[in-house]
Protein backbone atom coordinates (compact mmCIF):
# COMPACT_ATOMS: atom_id res chain seq x y z
CA UNK A 1 0.00 0.00 0.00
CA UNK A 2 3.16 2.42 0.90
CA UNK A 3 4.98 3.60 -2.23
CA UNK A 4 7.58 6.09 0.26
CA UNK A 5 10.97 3.63 0.17
CA UNK A 6 12.73 5.85 -2.17
CA UNK A 7 11.04 9.12 -2.69
CA UNK A 8 11.06 12.44 -0.18
CA UNK A 9 7.40 13.81 -0.31
CA UNK A 10 7.03 17.79 0.41
CA UNK A 11 3.49 18.95 1.41
CA UNK A 12 2.71 22.54 1.86
CA UNK A 13 -0.49 24.62 1.83
CA UNK A 14 -0.97 28.15 1.68
CA UNK A 15 -3.08 31.09 0.80
CA UNK A 16 -3.90 30.92 -2.80
CA UNK A 17 -1.92 33.24 -5.14
CA UNK A 18 -0.43 33.54 -8.90
CA UNK A 19 2.90 31.52 -8.23
CA UNK A 20 2.05 28.76 -5.89
CA UNK A 21 3.17 26.14 -7.99
CA UNK A 22 6.03 26.95 -9.45
CA UNK A 23 7.38 28.25 -6.33
CA UNK A 24 7.25 24.20 -5.31
CA UNK A 25 8.50 23.03 -8.75
CA UNK A 26 10.94 25.33 -9.60
CA UNK A 27 12.91 25.13 -6.35
CA UNK A 28 12.73 21.25 -6.64
CA UNK A 29 14.21 21.80 -10.40
CA UNK A 30 17.23 23.92 -8.83
CA UNK A 31 17.66 21.12 -6.16
CA UNK A 32 17.93 18.75 -9.34
CA UNK A 33 15.32 16.70 -7.70
CA UNK A 34 13.21 14.64 -9.96
CA UNK A 35 9.13 14.91 -9.32
CA UNK A 36 7.64 11.17 -9.53
CA UNK A 37 4.18 12.92 -8.10
CA UNK A 38 2.53 15.92 -8.07
CA UNK A 39 -0.90 17.13 -6.65
CA UNK A 40 -2.20 20.41 -6.12
CA UNK A 41 -5.81 21.76 -5.15
CA UNK A 42 -6.86 25.24 -5.02
CA UNK A 43 -10.07 25.85 -2.58
CA UNK A 44 -11.90 28.53 -4.39
CA UNK A 45 -14.48 28.75 -1.99
CA UNK A 46 -12.03 28.69 1.61
CA UNK A 47 -8.94 30.53 -0.61
CA UNK A 48 -6.46 27.74 0.10
CA UNK A 49 -4.03 26.41 -1.77
CA UNK A 50 -2.57 22.72 -1.01
CA UNK A 51 0.13 20.88 -2.87
CA UNK A 52 2.16 17.89 -2.57
CA UNK A 53 5.48 16.51 -4.87
CA UNK A 54 6.78 13.25 -4.55
CA UNK A 55 10.10 13.58 -5.06
CA UNK A 56 13.88 11.99 -5.87
CA UNK A 57 17.36 13.40 -5.48
CA UNK A 58 19.27 13.29 -8.81
CA UNK A 59 22.53 14.37 -6.91
CA UNK A 60 24.94 11.90 -4.99
CA UNK A 61 23.99 13.85 -1.69
CA UNK A 62 21.31 15.30 -0.71
CA UNK A 63 21.49 17.44 2.69
CA UNK A 64 17.78 17.55 4.23
CA UNK A 65 18.42 20.43 6.93
CA UNK A 66 20.10 22.84 3.76
CA UNK A 67 16.90 21.98 1.85
CA UNK A 68 14.24 23.06 4.60
CA UNK A 69 16.35 26.18 5.36
CA UNK A 70 16.50 27.43 1.75
CA UNK A 71 12.94 26.71 0.91
CA UNK A 72 11.77 28.09 4.12
CA UNK A 73 12.87 31.49 2.35
CA UNK A 74 10.97 30.51 -0.41
CA UNK A 75 8.09 29.45 1.18
CA UNK A 76 8.17 32.27 3.80
CA UNK A 77 7.15 35.22 0.62
CA UNK A 78 3.63 32.73 0.57
CA UNK A 79 3.10 32.15 4.02
CA UNK A 80 2.87 28.61 3.17
CA UNK A 81 3.67 26.02 5.61
CA UNK A 82 5.52 22.96 4.54
CA UNK A 83 6.72 19.35 6.30
CA UNK A 84 9.55 17.54 4.71
CA UNK A 85 9.08 13.56 5.07
CA UNK A 86 12.41 11.63 4.64
CA UNK A 87 12.25 7.73 2.39
CA UNK A 88 11.36 5.03 4.53
CA UNK A 89 10.12 6.94 7.77
CA UNK A 90 8.48 4.26 10.58
CA UNK A 91 6.04 5.97 12.07
CA UNK A 92 5.65 5.58 15.92
CA UNK A 93 2.31 4.18 16.89
CA UNK A 94 0.10 3.05 19.62
CA UNK A 95 -3.02 1.26 18.77
CA UNK A 96 -5.96 1.14 20.80
CA UNK A 97 -8.41 -2.39 20.87
CA UNK A 98 -11.45 -3.37 22.98
CA UNK A 99 -12.48 -7.36 22.13
CA UNK A 100 -12.80 -7.36 18.39
CA UNK A 101 -9.92 -8.19 16.74
CA UNK A 102 -10.76 -7.89 12.68
CA UNK A 103 -8.95 -3.97 12.63
CA UNK A 104 -6.21 -5.31 15.16
CA UNK A 105 -4.84 -8.35 12.91
CA UNK A 106 -5.26 -6.56 9.77
CA UNK A 107 -3.31 -3.16 10.55
CA UNK A 108 -0.42 -6.56 12.19
CA UNK A 109 -0.45 -8.32 9.10
CA UNK A 110 0.22 -4.97 7.08
CA UNK A 111 2.74 -3.75 9.65
CA UNK A 112 4.43 -7.36 9.82
CA UNK A 113 5.07 -7.67 5.64
CA UNK A 114 5.53 -3.97 5.28
CA UNK A 115 2.56 -2.73 3.65
CA UNK A 116 2.23 0.14 6.36
CA UNK A 117 5.33 1.99 7.26
CA UNK A 118 4.55 1.75 11.00
CA UNK A 119 7.22 1.59 14.23
CA UNK A 120 4.11 -0.02 16.38
CA UNK A 121 5.07 1.16 20.15
CA UNK A 122 2.08 -0.40 22.24
CA UNK A 123 -0.94 -1.69 22.05
CA UNK A 124 -3.52 -0.63 24.58
CA UNK A 125 -6.80 -2.00 25.75
CA UNK A 126 -9.61 -1.70 27.87
CA UNK A 127 -10.24 -5.92 27.86
CA UNK A 128 -7.20 -8.36 27.84
CA UNK A 129 -8.72 -10.75 25.38
CA UNK A 130 -6.24 -9.70 22.80
CA UNK A 131 -3.35 -9.66 24.39
CA UNK A 132 -2.25 -13.05 22.47
CA UNK A 133 -2.05 -11.67 19.37
CA UNK A 134 -0.10 -8.81 20.47
CA UNK A 135 2.33 -10.79 22.15
CA UNK A 136 2.70 -13.17 18.95
CA UNK A 137 4.11 -10.00 17.45
CA UNK A 138 6.50 -9.66 20.64
CA UNK A 139 4.61 -5.93 20.98
CA UNK A 140 4.09 -4.52 24.69
CA UNK A 141 0.37 -5.04 25.29
CA UNK A 142 -1.09 -2.48 28.26
CA UNK A 143 -4.54 -3.83 29.59
CA UNK A 144 -6.27 -0.67 31.10
CA UNK A 145 -9.59 -1.58 32.88
CA UNK A 146 -12.46 1.26 32.67
CA UNK A 147 -15.27 2.02 34.77
CA UNK A 148 -16.97 5.58 34.67
CA UNK A 149 -15.40 6.13 38.51
CA UNK A 150 -11.84 5.25 36.83
CA UNK A 151 -12.30 7.01 33.36
CA UNK A 152 -10.14 9.85 33.87
CA UNK A 153 -7.12 7.57 35.35
CA UNK A 154 -7.72 5.26 33.03
CA UNK A 155 -6.61 8.04 30.35
CA UNK A 156 -4.03 9.14 32.60
CA UNK A 157 -2.27 6.24 32.07
CA UNK A 158 -2.49 6.13 27.90
CA UNK A 159 -1.32 9.59 27.88
CA UNK A 160 2.04 8.65 29.83
CA UNK A 161 1.97 5.64 27.27
CA UNK A 162 1.82 7.96 24.68
CA UNK A 163 4.46 10.43 25.82
CA UNK A 164 6.63 7.50 26.83
CA UNK A 165 6.53 5.86 23.69
CA UNK A 166 6.69 9.33 21.80
CA UNK A 167 4.40 7.85 20.06
CA UNK A 168 3.29 10.37 16.43
CA UNK A 169 -0.06 8.56 16.07
CA UNK A 170 -2.84 6.93 17.91
CA UNK A 171 -4.98 4.41 15.91
CA UNK A 172 -8.16 3.67 17.06
CA UNK A 173 -8.74 -0.17 15.79
CA UNK A 174 -12.02 -0.26 17.17
CA UNK A 175 -11.37 0.84 20.86
CA UNK A 176 -15.01 1.06 22.12
CA UNK A 177 -14.53 3.90 24.49
CA UNK A 178 -15.32 7.63 24.39
CA UNK A 179 -12.76 9.26 25.07
CA UNK A 180 -13.07 12.46 27.13
CA UNK A 181 -12.66 16.40 25.52
CA UNK A 182 -9.01 17.07 26.98
CA UNK A 183 -8.14 13.36 25.32
CA UNK A 184 -9.52 14.30 22.16
CA UNK A 185 -7.47 18.26 22.17
CA UNK A 186 -4.52 16.68 23.01
CA UNK A 187 -4.88 14.16 19.95
CA UNK A 188 -6.51 16.12 17.46
CA UNK A 189 -4.58 15.72 14.02
CA UNK A 190 -2.99 12.44 14.96
CA UNK A 191 -5.56 9.56 16.20
CA UNK A 192 -7.31 8.23 13.58
CA UNK A 193 -10.95 6.23 14.34
CA UNK A 194 -12.76 3.96 12.30
CA UNK A 195 -17.00 2.94 12.71
CA UNK A 196 -19.51 1.88 10.52
CA UNK A 197 -21.29 3.90 8.12
CA UNK A 198 -24.83 2.91 9.51
CA UNK A 199 -24.69 5.87 11.97
CA UNK A 200 -26.36 7.69 12.33
CA UNK A 201 -29.35 5.46 11.87
CA UNK A 202 -28.53 2.33 13.29
CA UNK A 203 -27.09 3.49 16.78
CA UNK A 204 -26.07 1.16 19.95
CA UNK A 205 -25.95 -2.92 19.33
CA UNK A 206 -26.17 -4.66 16.93
CA UNK A 207 -26.13 -2.16 14.02
CA UNK A 208 -26.24 -4.56 11.03
CA UNK A 209 -29.06 -6.41 12.72
CA UNK A 210 -31.13 -3.01 12.64
CA UNK A 211 -29.88 -2.26 9.26
CA UNK A 212 -31.11 -5.95 8.30
CA UNK A 213 -34.55 -5.46 9.69
CA UNK A 214 -34.84 -2.45 7.34
CA UNK A 215 -33.84 -3.64 3.99
CA UNK A 216 -30.43 -1.67 3.64
CA UNK A 217 -28.80 -1.73 0.23
CA UNK A 218 -25.42 -0.26 1.34
CA UNK A 219 -22.92 -0.91 3.95
CA UNK A 220 -20.08 0.63 4.75
CA UNK A 221 -17.30 2.29 6.94
CA UNK A 222 -15.59 5.86 7.80
CA UNK A 223 -12.10 6.61 9.27
CA UNK A 224 -11.59 10.37 10.53
CA UNK A 225 -9.12 12.37 12.70
CA UNK A 226 -10.80 12.02 16.07
CA UNK A 227 -12.91 15.51 17.97
CA UNK A 228 -14.88 15.84 20.54
CA UNK A 229 -17.93 15.37 18.40
CA UNK A 230 -18.40 11.50 18.90
CA UNK A 231 -17.68 9.82 15.69
CA UNK A 232 -17.98 13.40 13.81
CA UNK A 233 -14.55 14.26 13.21
CA UNK A 234 -12.79 15.01 9.56
CA UNK A 235 -13.30 12.15 7.41
CA UNK A 236 -9.97 10.42 5.64
CA UNK A 237 -11.60 7.71 3.87
CA UNK A 238 -14.68 6.14 3.47
CA UNK A 239 -15.90 2.22 2.01
CA UNK A 240 -18.82 1.22 0.86
CA UNK A 241 -20.31 -2.46 -0.66
CA UNK A 242 -23.97 -3.17 -2.60
CA UNK A 243 -25.97 -5.26 -0.71
CA UNK A 244 -29.19 -6.79 -0.74
CA UNK A 245 -31.96 -9.09 0.60
CA UNK A 246 -29.84 -12.14 0.14
CA UNK A 247 -27.23 -11.16 2.92
CA UNK A 248 -28.35 -12.15 6.41
CA UNK A 249 -27.13 -10.45 9.37
CA UNK A 250 -24.30 -12.38 10.18
CA UNK A 251 -23.29 -11.49 6.25
CA UNK A 252 -23.38 -7.67 6.82
CA UNK A 253 -21.09 -7.98 10.12
CA UNK A 254 -18.80 -9.96 7.82
CA UNK A 255 -18.61 -7.62 5.12
CA UNK A 256 -18.72 -4.51 7.69
CA UNK A 257 -15.78 -5.91 8.91
CA UNK A 258 -13.50 -6.10 5.62
CA UNK A 259 -14.46 -3.18 4.82
CA UNK A 260 -13.73 -1.35 7.97
CA UNK A 261 -10.03 -3.26 7.83
CA UNK A 262 -9.52 -2.12 4.30
CA UNK A 263 -11.01 1.50 4.73
CA UNK A 264 -9.08 1.80 8.60
CA UNK A 265 -5.48 0.56 6.34
CA UNK A 266 -6.39 3.40 3.63
CA UNK A 267 -6.85 6.18 5.77
CA UNK A 268 -3.44 5.36 7.95
CA UNK A 269 -1.76 4.66 4.46
CA UNK A 270 -3.27 8.30 3.10
CA UNK A 271 -1.85 9.78 6.74
CA UNK A 272 1.76 8.33 6.90
CA UNK A 273 1.98 9.26 2.90
CA UNK A 274 1.48 13.21 3.95
CA UNK A 275 -1.96 12.78 1.66
CA UNK A 276 -4.17 14.32 3.71
CA UNK A 277 -4.45 17.97 4.77
CA UNK A 278 -6.42 19.46 7.74
CA UNK A 279 -8.06 23.01 7.27
CA UNK A 280 -11.08 24.73 8.39
CA UNK A 281 -12.43 21.29 10.31
CA UNK A 282 -12.28 19.59 7.29
CA UNK A 283 -9.52 17.65 5.31
CA UNK A 284 -9.15 17.67 1.95
CA UNK A 285 -7.02 13.79 0.39
CA UNK A 286 -5.07 13.52 -2.21
CA UNK A 287 -5.83 9.64 -2.53
CA UNK A 288 -3.75 7.47 -4.61
Not at 153 to 171: C, G, K, S
Not at 232 to 246: C, M, N, R, W
Amino acid sequence: MSRMSDTWILAAQCPSRLGTVDVVTRFLKEQQCYITELNSFDDRLGGRFFIRAEFRPEQDEFHEERFHTDFSARANEFDMQFELTAPGKRTGTVIMVSKADHCLNDLLYRYRTGQLPLDIKAVISNHPDLEPLAAWHDLPYHYLPITPETKLQQEAQIREIIADTDAELVVLARYMQVLSPSMCELLAGRAINIHHSLLPGFKGAKPYHQAYEKGVKLVGATAHYINNDLDEGPIIAQGVEPVDHTHYPEDLVAKGRDIECLTLARAISYHLERRVFFYSGRTVVFGN
